[in-house]
């Protein structure tokens, strides 16, 4: 059996070393595909291999029908948008996420984005503190809860919504539980975005949600690109002068949001959530292990696609 780790923005070192002594020691043979930047690269190395471990690498029918003794995918992180789950049903491949592995490290770029927005970028005006504030968590999973687990350090009060999480579950770690997504905007300052992207979700971060925010209202986003309604974002920055908008996901409208927004408005140069040394860790270790389960015992606990 073989095992392909096949990315273009490479697991650190450790990450890599640590997911070769799992495979390994389970008698599997492991291949790398780092670094590469063309799709035939990855079509080509994906022959004749049983498993593959991605980042954000993006695996779509075509690899599927050129892995043809493939059978599992596992992203390493949460989100796995960037795999096509319906190809990889008809091709009867497994995908998986490796969900919370990358919860903290995602969860302290969101903070250390408040503080960022908070003391104006740095720029050595004076700014003001969290301590007091409140904190409104769009989505309570891994990455939330550890958002409100740091937002206590921070003397925050904080609130969460989720549709799916029991208002008991979010109680229950001393966080208040809203009712809904209007009521999280309009009671909350800052506001933490961890919802996926689904067809639902897409475009639902729109002006007439954000436009119920109190003043001075700061917007992180650490979830997806695609939640957010770009066009009308501008549309509300452009109305309201004291709103700011920090994402680690570049928008599509970066520029123009950079030329009309400067000071108000902040992106990673690339998505950064989960660059850290132990999140790489963490994840290649979690993906490397669910693989072995999988091709040894049949484990399917992480499965994603039905």
Known sequence: MRVLVATDKPFAAIAVNGIREVIESAGIELALLEKYTEK??????VKEVDAIIIRSDKIDG????AAGQLKIVVRAGAGYDNVDLAAATAHDVCVMNTPGQNANAV???A????VYAVRNFFNGASGMELKGKKLGIHAYGNVGRNVARIAKGFGMDIYAYDAFCPAAVIENDGV???HSAE???ETCQFISLHIPAT???KNSINCGLL????KGAVLINTARKEVIHETELVKLMEERADFKYLTDIMPGNHAELTEKFAGRYFSTPKKMGAQTAEANMNAGIAAARQIVGFLKDGDRTFQVNI
């Open 111 to 114: 903070l250390g984005m408040m």
């Open 183 to 185: 009521e999280l905007y």
């Open 176 to 178: 208040k539980a809203l």
């Open 62 to 65: 075509d690899v599927f029908d």
């Open 211 to 214: 436009s119920k925010t109190p």
């Open 199 to 201: 067809a639902e979700t």
């Open 107 to 109: 969860a302290e770029l």
């Open 40 to 45: 035939a690269q990855l079509l080509e190395a």
